[in-house]
């Protein structure tokens, strides 16, 4: 018996059900991934035990010289895998990550220009009950109604009336790719910075099945757990120079650093660090590109079954690895299908939509995401059965039988494509 079941069997208990849950489901967060065996044995490590605020070679505590090696390794990891001139691993979050760009870029009460909540852009990008939109200055954009497309024109427009400090390019629920170079040519016109958050495009990045952002922005964030496969945390990626204060004494990857300890964080989770090394690790290996180019040919695969099956969606397709449906016609809302799929262990989310009449709490739309199944080895034609599933449901919510058919298939399903086989929390090569 493990040492947890052990001693904790009430915690024990619940990780295993959670792994059970994982492994019976078809894991359709779009924000989601699963990690490999080496990520969470890193993840697990004692390396938890650890204190190391500030950075590799310049510590506040002692014992610190293997740590070093491994944030070293993260770093040089990191950068080799997106071209990235300079690398920061020690963001707890992706929400961190942006706060100390932000930070970094800005001062309290300047122009942040970036995508709206409601029309795709995340909580950090300026929503009111966020602290982006409490501390600074937020002039959103949107998508037009008509296309769903991010429209250049009128971002340069906005940009040049507000003249932000820093522009924001990058998403939580747009399933289509961003121009950086346009943002790039409007951040110069009006003498702003270009900031991108890639926490969900990351991976594809890495895969080099999404253009890269590197060579525009001045800042790029991400989240670490997304289509990237790592652990839960972040990073942040920078240029050298700071190209617009070469009057202050610290460059930008000096401000970076600086913003993320001592200005937001302390002690960094080292066991997370080592999570994140062998991630890029794994990303790093010719295989990634494989992976992240499946991903978005089955999400191709997923959006075009659900739209031969009566589901309308945003902007009509994908270029990335998400699917955001409109459910207006089918008379669900966003709410009432998420727990209507959780019931037949098909989890998504609810999810606003542009321009959406709804409540964000029960909004008129669904994200669904397809790097975990991905992970798991589903092809496009299983994720163009699933597209029919989720159809079927959606179409015929009340209908015992219905559900229950879909139940049995998404059993079969996961049972064909097992998940960390063998693991066992509760009895280690036990029940
Ligand atoms: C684009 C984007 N940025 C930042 C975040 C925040 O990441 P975290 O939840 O790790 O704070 C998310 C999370 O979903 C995201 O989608």
Redesign the pocket.
Known sequence: MSHLAQSDPAVAKQIENEVSRQRAGLEMIA?ENLVSRSVLEAVGSPLTNKYSEGYPGKRYYGGNEFIDVIENLARDRAKELFGAEHANVQPH??????MAAYFALAEPGNKIMAMDLAMGG????GSPVNFSGKLFAIVPYGVRRDTHLIDMDEVRETALREKPRVILA???AYSRILDFKAFKKIADEVGAYLMV?M??FAGLVAGKAYPSPFPYADVV?T?T??TLRGP???AIFSKIEDRLRRDNKKNLAQKIDFAVFPFLQGGPLDHVIAGKAVAFKEALHPTFADYAEQIVKNAQALAASLMNNGIDLVSGGTDNHLVLLDLTKTGLSGKEAETLLDSVGIYTNKNMIPYDPRKPMDPSGLRVGTAALTTRGFDEDELTQVGEMIAHVLHNATQKDVLEGVRAKVAEMTQSHPLYEGWTYVTPGGE
């Not at 979050?93 to 942006?98: F, M, P, V």
């Open positions: 924000s979050a992706g929400s961190q990550a942006n995340h909580l950090t990008h990058g998403y939580t958050d926490a969900h964030t989240t757990h997304k839960r945390g972040a």
